[in-house]
């Protein structure tokens, strides 16, 4: 691996430069740690490496953190968790997980164990320290609220199947936060190593009234009430609370067995039996036959849970446009070939709707984020890549207002462009949505797309064509600059335009434009 630039060598004798380091660089640079000592055929070497950048979703956790060296993600377990994590390895559920599909993959960094008490943590003292792990790179992270319902809903399918395995290898899950599913290949899988802790007989399950909050009120609200309020973990992030829940429900919902035993008789015990014995640690006589029963519970009233089939406005989108079939065969082909000039590694779907295009990209292995604000057309998409296993990740993401960065500091949950940047941008159909419907002006779409990746793939579609005569009929045409020569000047100010291509028997056009940033 390759060391940073800011490492600065002291020696102490430089004549010894020649003899062997007995030192693993890969331990040095995943740490990033501010002071290192060497050995240096038996004489120390001081090395002086630049601070890690530790994860701003990574500090509540005792346990360890997340951090960044050099474009790589590692993890770091600290000493006090050391004998839940030896454990879990020891005990076999990590293999089966991993087996499995459901967490993520690791390696261990290599060290010089004797070295480790020189090792002082950027954030921790001198013996916090126990193991490094690289994990598998997730391609891009996701959260609950640009989920739709089945994902949601798998995600909890997950969780509770882990919970489950754990209990028959002498572990349980210490938290059930749904920010610590993400999804790969249409599947979800848990990425927190250090979710785990060895099973105390007696004791409850102190994650289960965050399961609650974090998966199943939100499932209940969407297939009760409307699948819109899934967005409502955007602003509790901790999970909605239960009472609110209860609340939002009408009263019918709360007489169901499932949601008044998980949902009403846990919101309205204050100070229940089961609160006092996670505050307390006392034991419970809470068995673990009684804990799987527990789970068994919650599975079936995850299960039961479902969403009407409702066709939207834009589900429908492919089938019922004004296009020819010549036409929707023709921005196929071009949309494909641009895809191919590009050899993106990631690309970004805006405004994807169901996903047709989506496709295009996924199906050349190419890893692919489709996003659309229609949470009918985002369920449509996944319950698609799901069956089919592609790379390909189906949000609900508005693009007239992107997702915030949110949490303590507004930092703990990133913005959608602080989670890396895209290869390629495929924008189609989307340009007038947000000009007309959403009034955000030419060059700030273009300014904002320039900043997300290399490559733009973008549909302009002139005031001619039918979908956009449908957004002005409801409102007064003051866009006078809505414009294809406007468009153009507009993107040229941040793009270099590489080759524009209209659809024949349309009043739409492709372009393919490179970023000057």
């Known amino acids: 691996m390759r060391l940073p630039r800011s490492v600065h060598w002291k020696l102490c004798h430089s004549m010894r430069l020649r003899y062997s380091i007995r030192f693993s660089i890969q331990f040095a640079q995943a740490l990033g740690l501010c002071s290192i000592l060497l050995l240096l055929d038996g004489e120390k070497v001081s090395l002086s490496i630049s601070t890690r950048e530790v994860s701003t979703s990574s500090f509540r956790d005792p ?32 293999q089966v997980l991993v087996a499995k599909n459901l967490l993520i993959a690791h390696e261990e960094i290599d060290f010089v164990k004797e070295d480790a008490q020189q090792i002082k943590s950027a954030d921790d003292n001198r013996s916090s320290i126990y193991k490094i792990c690289k994990p598998k790179r997730v391609p891009f992270i996701s959260y609950p609220y640009e989920w739709c319902f089945s994902q949601l809903k798998d995600a909890a399918l997950a969780t509770l199947e882990i919970q489950s395995l754990a209990l028959k290898h002498g572990m349980i899950l210490k938290d059930s936060n749904a920010f610590n599913i993400q999804f790969v290949n249409g599947k979800p899988l848990l990425i927190d190593t250090l979710s785990f802790e060895r099973y105390e007989p007696g004791k409850p399950w102190v994650a289960y009234r965050q399961f609650c909050q974090h998966f199943l009120a939100p499932l209940v609200l969407m297939s009760t009430v409307d699948v819109r309020l899934g967005s409502l973990s955007r602003n509790y992030i901790d999970g909605i609370p239960l009472d609110l829940a209860c609340k939002l429900l009408p009263t019918l919902a709360l007489i169901r067995p499932s949601v008044a035993i998980h949902l009403a008789i846990h919101a309205n015990a204050h100070k229940n039996t089961i609160t006092k014995l996670e505050s307390s640690g006392e034991q419970s006589g809470f068995s673990k036959d009684a804990m799987l029963g527990l789970v068994d519970s919650l599975k079936g009233a995850v299960e039961a849970l479902k969403i009407a089939k409702v066709k939207s406005d834009w589900t429908g989108y492919y089938e019922d446009n004004n296009y020819t079939v010549a036409a929707q065969e023709e921005k196929q082909r071009i949309v494909s070939r641009f895809i191919d000039q590009t050899k993106p590694r990631m690309l970004w779907d805006f405004g994807a709707n ?80 947000l000009a007309i419907a959403n009034n955000v002006p030419l060059d700030q779409i273009a300014a904002y797309f320039s900043k997300l990746g290399q490559w733009l793939i973008i549909e302009f579609i002139t005031k001619d064509d039918s979908q956009v005569k449908r957004l002005l009929s409801s409102r007064k045409d003051v866009f006078a600059d809505y414009s294809q020569a406007s468009f153009e000047a507009s993107f040229s100010q941040y793009f270099s335009m590489v080759e524009r291509l209209p659809i024949a028997a349309s009043h739409r056009t492709i372009y393919l434009f490179e970023s000057k940033i």
């Not at 953190?65 to 000493?79: G, M």
């Not at 295009?360 to 089919?388: P, Q, W």
């Not at 890396?420 to 189609?428: C, N, R, S």
């Open 63 to 94: 346990a360890g953190c997340v951090f960044r060296e050099n474009d790589e993600i590692y993890r770091q377990v600290n000493l006090v968790y050391k004998p839940h994590y030896d454990w879990l390895l020891q005990s076999g559920l990590y």
């Open 354 to 433: 169901t996903g047709a295009f989506s496709e295009i990209a996924a199906a050349k292995g190419i890893c692919t984020v489709s996003m659309d604000f229609d949470h009918n057309c985002v369920e449509a998409n996944y319950l698609k890549s799901r069956e089919s296993g592609q790379n390909l990740l189906p949000l609900v993401v508005d693009m007239s207002q992107p997702t915030p960065a949110i949490g303590w500091a507004n930092a703990e949950r990133q913005r959608l462009d602080q989670r890396g940047k895209a290869d390629t941008i495929l924008a189609l159909a989307l340009v007038h949505h």
